[in-house]
């Protein structure tokens, strides 16, 4: 009878156990919901890990963009027909200069007639801060100059008139020439206005 008795108060035992870890509704309700969040919040916190191993830091990047010239200048709405519409493809030259009583550099590009020509003057601090982006609207930036010599006018920035100048310097491999791209409207002194337009334009490497 004792072994009875004993086997008896097991399958009691035993069936409390099973009777105290069965999920109520309320409970097997609330476990379904709170495991997809705890799966998502894993999820979250392997991206931000494997973001954290394998962005490269800021440190590494260079001073001059590399992204497209194409995407970084807006261009104007012309066509290539346009009178008002200047098209530069050639690199002519650059220099070390100065400009706001600072380290400068000049560089200077014309069209295909070889007699127009543009000239982009810019400090290297205002480059390198820049991220190789150089703006100028109706004169507000004195680190960086634009002015335009074609067919004997000569086109410049004014502060009096609706001018800009946006450029876009890309830095390439070590060893091959970097890229300027630009867009500039400009004006001359009677107030006639005229955009000019440059893209890729491969230019010596000036550091």
């Known amino acids: 009878m004792s072994n009875k008795n004993h086997i008896s108060d097991m399958e009691k035992k035993l069936a409390q156990l099973k009777a105290n870890h069965v999920d109520t509704p309320a409970q097997s309700k609330a476990r379904k919901l709170v495991k997809p969040l705890f799966m998502t919040l894993g999820f979250t916190f392997l991206g931000l890990f494997i973001m954290l191993i394998f962005v490269p830091s800021s440190k590494n990047q260079t001073i001059v963009s590399t992204q497209s010239i194409a995407e ?3 261009r ?6 346009s009178p008002d519409l200047k098209v530069l493809n050639t690199f ?3 220099i070390t200069t100065t400009l706001n009583k600072k380290e400068a550099h000049t560089l200077s590009l014309t069209d295909d007639s070889k007699e ?3 000239t982009i003057v810019f400090t290297l601090d205002y480059l390198i801060a820049g991220v190789g982006e150089l703006s100028n609207v109706k004169r507000n930036q004195p680190d960086f100059d634009f002015s335009c010599s074609w067919t004997d006018k000569y086109y410049v920035l004014s502060s009096n008139h609706d001018t800009y100048a946006k450029v876009q310097i890309i830095e390439a491999a070590e060893g091959m020439p970097m890229k300027v791209g630009f867009n500039a409207k400009l004006t001359t002194q009677k107030g006639e206005q005229a955009t000019f337009i440059a893209e890729d334009v491969e230019i010596k490497r000036f550091w």
Do not use: F, G, L, Y
């Open 72 to 74: 970084a200048i807006p």
């Open 116 to 118: 127009n020509n543009c």
């Open 92 to 94: 002519v030259t650059s």
């Open 76 to 81: 104007e709405v012309a066509t290539a027909s």
